[in-house]
Antibody, heavy 121, light 110 residues
Framework: QVQVVQSGDEVKKPGASVKVSCKTS????????ITWVRQAPGQGPKWMGW????????HYDQKFQGRVTMTTETFTNTAYMELTNLRSDDTAIYYC??????????????WGQGTLVTVSP | QSVLTQPPSASGTPGQRVTISCSGS????????VYWYQQLPGTAPKLLIQ???QRPSGVPDRISGSKSGTSASLAISGLRSEDEADYYC???????????FGTGTKVTVL
């Protein structure tokens, strides 16, 4: 069965970076993509971007361009999302989810449990 | 704020039918597939409807989705207490060149 497991919660200081991992199993990693979504406290989800499990192509939301890097490690079926220059308004739960192999191609059908990133002085 | 507008709340008694709207534009809903997600408190979103009106395996047939022009709807019939959750529409936006989520609707079972 498909499983998506994220790394643990993080506490960071403003200006620092955070790297969240997303380990998948139960499907062919190269046939899908991974999308990242964040949700600030009391807010709705916000799409951050997508990475292809096939060739590592990425597509980032304009809001995060220049601060976010998404990568994959195909031999462990793991995706990573790194966000730099953290600010207090980056405090949120970060989710990864399985997505289509095409950036605009399909649903986010299996989700990780979420990783809480808290940015505090 | 989001380019997809949903009513902030909806409610019904057990057994009733509740409908949630998602209003967008020709750059998102009219041109692309709509997806619906359910989020129970403290959990990750769960896919309810894909490609406007298709239910993934395991989603009961009392849940349905539809789309017309620049709007989409999610209907929950035979309302149950476990349907109390937040519901979000999501769609690719051609102008923003990315996915957008709706403002969200909190469903309460009275």
């Amino acid at each position: 069965q498909v499983q998506v497991v994220q790394s643990g919660d993080e506490v960071k200081k403003p200006g620092a970076s955070v790297k969240v991992s997303c380990k998948t199993s139960g499907y062919k990693f190269s046939s899908y993509g991974i999308t990242w979504v964040r949700q600030a406290p009391g807010q709705g989800p916000k799409w951050m971007g997508w990475i292809s499990g096939y060739n590592g192509d990425t597509h980032y939301d304009q809001k995060f361009q220049g601060r976010v890097t998404m990568t994959t490690e195909t031999f462990t079926n793991t995706a990573y999302m790194e966000l730099t220059n953290l600010r207090s308004d980056d405090t949120a739960i970060y989710y990864c989810a399985r997505a289509s192999v095409l950036v605009r191609g399909g649903p986010f059908d299996y989700w990780g449990q979420g990783t809480l990133v808290t940015v505090s002085p | 704020q989001s380019v997809l507008t949903q009513p902030p709340s909806a409610s019904g008694t057990p057994g009733q039918r509740v409908t949630i709207s998602c209003s967008g534009s020709n750059s998102n809903i009219e041109s692309n597939y709509v997806y619906w997600y359910q989020q129970l408190p403290g959990t990750a979103p769960k896919l309810l409807i894909q490609r406007n009106n298709q239910r993934p395996s395991g989603v009961p047939d009392r849940i349905s989705g539809s789309k017309s022009g620049t709007s989409a709807s999610l209907a929950i019939s035979g309302l149950r207490s476990e349907d109390e959750a937040d519901y979000y529409c999501a769609v690719w936006d051609d102008n923003l060149n990315g996915y957008v989520f709706g403002t969200g609707t909190k469903v309460t079972v009275l």
